[in-house]
């Protein structure tokens, strides 16, 4: 995305924010920030950013090996409550690097009221694709059935946290920054984006204060029995009563979802199901325990309402990292000030962990944001100084076709849509299917479920990479 943006080129700007070859100055080039000072005769070339796009490509990968691969290494599944792995910083992955492109697109707006119909536009656009991907429409690889009870389709979901995200720092960009001041100095870099900041600070105090003084009373879970002819309900009572907790039962985010979205409309099968007092096999699935609580069987929604409003802090952090990308043009400035920035932030989240705040991908707490968001920035830095700096673009160039057609790969491969439709072409059993025997094919080779699995999914995601490569060949890039 290009900093200096007019109306007819935010328009183009697609979802998920990747890039379309029609456009010559995109929403990952950079060209010099304009000012009022005089421009020099001779002016740089434009500087493609493909480190942005390598992230993104990276981000998706990341997204399917956790997904495809976490059944059989449950150690990088998302944590069952408390605590990260490595599934638990794709979404803010994600997240960050659509702040980065927010920041590379809206630094001149030449009509405020129709960017904003456009970012309008593109966030219902993202939500709906994301109802119709994790509203439970499709049901995934393994399932040959789809369809959803509108009584129990889930509202919130992964693409659907994005488009909050993407519409909270485009809002703020376009609306709370002065883009009359010029960045000559660091109190200039303050005032510029002053407002901004201050709306990310009562974001994230809004998310603190109803966490840790929202009042959770009792609650009571309805619990069907769907293995006898009539279907029974009974209805347990969890017994809460306190202020604070961030335990499963009685955190303030499960309290909020039930009471605007209801339990049928939230996640069925929360991750704390993983957890020793929900699972005989944690940190994986498995039966329930003895003697578990009544709480194992409730839902959870991991993109819930009130998480998501400190998820959209992560989209700030990237965003900021997008300021640095548009005002400063020498690489060893860039690094060192976003150096300044995310080790500060790893640092804060590690000593608010020590301090007694958790790290939970589930309530997206304070310290996870600083931790994940601090990570994201150092990831980008390397690829930063790998991919643009050092030019070696060859051993990342699977990622980089990903990142320029992420938007098709994440629908397609890491929501099932494709394997699931593969998988509907069989040999007399659905079982006996070409996706299902690539992998037992590579577990008897390997002589081992876990490794051959591994294999597979690596497969599968050079196979997606290369399929971007094509499009990306053919001049084609899917987006809404």
């Known amino acids: 995305m290009s900093t200096c943006v007019d109306v007819t080129e935010e328009q183009r700007a697609p979802l998920l924010l990747s890039h379309s070859s029609s456009i010559h100055q995109n929403e990952d080039t950079v060209v010099p920030f304009s000012s009022d000072k005089p421009t020099p005769t001779v002016t740089a070339p434009n500087q493609r950013l493909a480190s942005v796009d390598v992230f993104r490509g990276l981000t998706v990968a990341l997204m399917i090996l956790v997904d495809d691969a976490g059944k059989a290494f449950p150690s990088i599944n998302h944590s069952p409550w408390f605590g990260v792995t490595l599934a638990d910083f794709v979404m803010p992955f994600f997240l960050f690097v ?6 590379l697109v809206y630094k001149k707006i030449s009509s405020k009221p129709s960017a904003t119909q456009k970012v309008i536009l593109r966030t ?7 109802l119709l991907l994790q509203g439970g429409y499709f049901h995934g690889r393994g399932s040959l059935t789809y369809g959803v009870d509108v009584g129990k389709i889930r509202w919130l979901g992964i693409t659907q946290r994005i488009s909050i995200g993407y519409f909270l720092v485009s809002i703020s960009e376009i609306w709370l920054v002065n883009h009359n001041i010029s960045v000559d100095s660091a109190a200039a870099f303050m005032r510029k984006y002053s407002f901004q900041w201050m709306f990310s600070i009562l974001l994230c105090s809004v998310y603190l204060c109803l966490l840790y003084l929202l009042y959770v009373p009792n609650w009571k879970l309805e619990l069907s029995d769907m293995n006898l002819l009539d279907h029974i309900s009974v209805t347990e009572t969890v017994h809460c009563g306190v202020r604070g907790s961030l335990e499963p039962p009685c955190n303030a985010a499960g309290f909020v979802d039930r009471l605007i979205l209801g339990e049928h409309h939230m996640y069925q099968r929360p991750v704390y199901r993983r957890t020793k007092e929900c699972s005989v096999n944690s940190p994986d699935y498995g039966p329930l325990p003895p003697d578990s609580p009544t709480w194992c069987l409730a839902p959870f929604d991991p993109e819930g309402i009130l998480s998501s409003l400190m998820a959209a802090i992560t989209c700030f952090m990237g965003l900021h990292f997008g300021h640095i ?26 000593i608010m962990e020590i301090s007694g705040i958790p790290l939970s991908k589930a309530l997206y707490t304070l310290s996870y944001m600083c931790v994940t968001a601090g990570a994201s920035g150092l990831i980008l830095i390397i690829v930063y100084y790998i991919v643009d700096i050092k030019k070696f673009r060859k051993p990342t160039v699977v990622l980089q076709w990903m990142g320029m057609n992420a938007l098709i790969v994440y629908a397609l491969a890491a929501c099932d849509i494709f394997p699931a439709a593969v998988q509907g072409f069989y040999w007399r059993t659905p079982k006996n299917n070409l996706v299902d025997g690539t992998e037992a094919f590579l577990q008897i080779i390997f002589h081992s479920e876990k490794w051959g699995t591994l294999v597979f999914v690596i497969v599968e995601i050079l196979f997606w990479g290369l399929c971007a490569g094509l499009l990306h060949k053919k001049g084609i890039y899917i987006k809404l």
Request: proline share 3%.
């Open 98 to 103: 659509v702040g980065v492109s927010v920041g």
């Open 124 to 130: 219902i656009k993202l939500f709906l694709l994301g």
């Open 325 to 350: 990308l548009v005002l400063f043009q020498g690489h060893r400035e860039r690094i060192f000030l976003w150096s300044t920035f995310f080790l500060p932030l790893l640092l804060t989240g590690y």
